[in-house]
C-alpha cells in the first residue's frame, strides 16, 4: 500500500536486458535507505516493485513482461529519473489517498498550460470506458502522485499542480506526448462497479417482469 506523497525521484543508473525482461538499478534518496532490505515494496512511477537487489544506495528491481505492457516503465532508459515511495506503514499519515501500485494503463499528455505559480496538465486516455471512474474532484494516481482531478471532458481530464509538486516529482520535466501511469482509485472503481452491477439486476428484473405480463 501507497499514499501517493512520493518520497523523492530516483536516476536509472543501469539496465540488464533480457527477453521479455528487466532490471532497473536505481540510486535511492539517503531518507528512503534506513530499513530497506530484499524484499520490500518500493512504487517506481507509481509501480509497485519489489526489491531483489541492494549494493550501497544503489537498489535493483526486476521488472516482468506484463509490467512493461501496461506501465511506462519500458520505455525509460538509463539517466531517466522516475517517482519513488516506499510501502507505507501503519502508523503512516496518509497525506495523498490509499493506493495499490497496480497501474492501470497509461495516459498521454496532450496539453500543458503554465501560468504563473501554477501548471495545468492534460491527458487523454486510451479507453473511453475508463474514464466512467475519473470524476470530477475525485482522486488518481498520476506516475505514483496522488493528485485531485480538476477537468473531465470526454476521454480527456485534466490535473492542476503547484510548485511543490513540479519541484519534487518528474511531473514539471514531462512534454507533450509522453505517456504517464494511471492509478484509477481503488474506492471510486468499487463505487462505480457497484451502482452499474445494481442498476443491471435491476433493469434485468424489470424486463422479466415485463415479459412475463
Not at 45 to 51: D, E, K, M
Not at 116 to 125: A, P, S
Not at 130 to 153: H, P, Q, R
Not at 167 to 190: S, V, W
Request: glycine share 8%; hydrophobic share 45%; aromatic share 6%.
Amino acid at each position: 500500500m501507497f499514499t501517493g506523497i512520493v518520497q523523492g525521484t530516483a536516476p536509472i543508473v543501469a539496465i540488464e536486458e533480457k527477453a521479455n525482461f528487466r532490471t532497473h538499478f536505481i540510486t535511492l534518496p539517503a531518507a528512503m535507505l534506513p530499513g530497506l532490505e530484499e524484499g520490500a515494496s518500493v512504487a517506481h512511477n507509481g509501480c509497485c516493485l519489489t526489491v531483489s537487489g541492494i549494493n550501497g544506495d544503489v537498489a535493483a528491481f526486476d521488472l516482468m513482461k506484463e509490467t512493461l505492457r501496461v506501465t511506462n516503465l519500458g520505455e525509460l532508459q538509463v539517466g531517466d529519473e522516475v517517482n519513488v515511495e516506499r510501502a507505507a506503514t501503519f502508523n503512516a499519515e496518509i497525506g495523498g489517498h490509499v493506493m495499490s501500485g497496480h497501474i492501470m494503463c497509461t495516459a498521454e499528455i496532450v496539453k500543458i498550460v503554465t501560468s504563473e505559480n501554477n501548471r495545468q496538465i492534460w491527458f487523454r486516455m486510451p479507453d473511453k470506458n475508463l474514464m466512467k471512474y475519473v470524476l470530477y474532484k475525485g482522486y488518481i494516481g498520476i506516475d505514483g502522485i496522488s493528485l485531485t482531478i480538476g477537468e473531465v471532458a470526454q476521454d480527456k481530464f485534466c490535473v492542476h499542480l503547484i510548485p511543490e509538486t513540479l519541484l519534487r516529482t518528474t511531473l514539471g520535466k514531462k512534454r507533450l506526448g509522453q505517456r504517464i501511469n494511471i492509478e484509477i482509485d481503488p474506492q471510486t472503481q468499487a463505487v462505480v462497479d457497484t451502482v452499474e452491477r445494481v442498476l443491471a439486476q435491476r433493469e434485468a428484473v424489470m424486463t422479466a417482469s415485463i415479459n412475463t405480463l
